[in-house]
């Protein structure tokens, strides 16, 4: 099988697999909708002076990464359902080949997805903040917006290595979320320096204005890469060892 025809294969099976689709889908859906709802009703009233008002614009963001999560955790899981994995293979033999043209075509989803999601929530919500308005010609919106769709499309390979290697979304989720909306928190109130560096934390410095602690916008994006790059490196070799 070529390479553009396994690429196609992956591509067909996340516009088939409904739970997958719908996932992918939930990121833009997601993170518009609260992103208007919340700029619709207290957007101005929380808009304070001293304020990282670009920041804030993202805030529905929380919400998308982790439907960019399930996302790459449900497009690997897939494989493990019902001898998925034993047929894509017999079809693939060649398993860096199938795992590479997955992470690509999850990498590519989460990235045009997630570029459009973070286009379109910022533009949704800023026209409701009046001249508290964040424009997207003012100092770092731009480089927000665009980093904002490469740290889902992050976010969704990291959960899609680790899933490769648990072969389950639902541990990988339980892992995962708890880690974003808890874990983090805690640990920054504990040791800031060393929260700086987890995932999340770090990659979403791109999204700031003006960026916090020891990383810079794009050092932390780095970072999340590289959180990334380690998780599909691991998938990787679990795909190749063991068996299907």
């Known amino acids: 099988m070529s390479v553009s025809a396994v690429v196609r294969s992956e591509w067909l099976k ?5 739970g997958v689709l ?12 609260i992103t208007v709802l919340v700029s ?11 304020d990282d008002l670009l920041f804030g614009a993202f805030y529905a963001l929380n919400f998308g990464q982790i439907a960019a999560l399930a996302f790459g955790a449900t497009a690997v899981s897939s494989e493990y359902l019902d001898g998925a994995l034993r047929v894509s293979l017999a079809a693939v033999p060649d398993r860096t080949l199938f795992y590479g043209a997955k992470s690509a075509v999850i990498g590519c989803c989460g990235l045009i997805v997630g570029t459009a999601t973070t286009f379109g929530a910022f533009l949704a919500g800023q026209a409701f903040m009046g001249p508290e308005a964040v424009h997207l010609g ?13 740290y889902l499309a992050l976010m969704a ?23 974003l ?8 109130d504990v040791a800031a320096v060393a929260a700086d560096f987890l995932p999340d934390r770090a990659g979403q410095q791109v999204l ?37």
Request: hydrophobic share 60%; with cysteine.
């Open 157 to 179: 390979l990291f959960a899609a290595g680790l899933t490769a290697v648990l072969r389950s979304a639902v541990a990988v989720l339980s892992i995962l979320i708890p880690l």
């Open 208 to 244: 700031r204005q003006h960026p916090v602690g020891s990383l810079g916008p794009w050092t932390g994006l780095a970072v999340t890469a590289l959180w990334a790059a380690v998780a599909q490196l691991a998938g990787w070799w679990a795909v190749r060892r063991r068996d299907a």
């Open 138 to 150: 003012d100092p770092g919106a731009l480089r927000a917006c665009v980093g904002g769709g490469v």
């Open 181 to 188: 909306l808890i874990v983090s928190f805690v640990v920054g």
């Open 14 to 18: 996340i516009r088939t697999l409904r």
């Open 22 to 33: 719908g996932s992918l889908l939930a990121v833009f859906a997601v993170t518009v909708a």
């Open 40 to 50: 619709a009703t207290v957007g101005r009233a929380e808009a304070e002076p001293g």
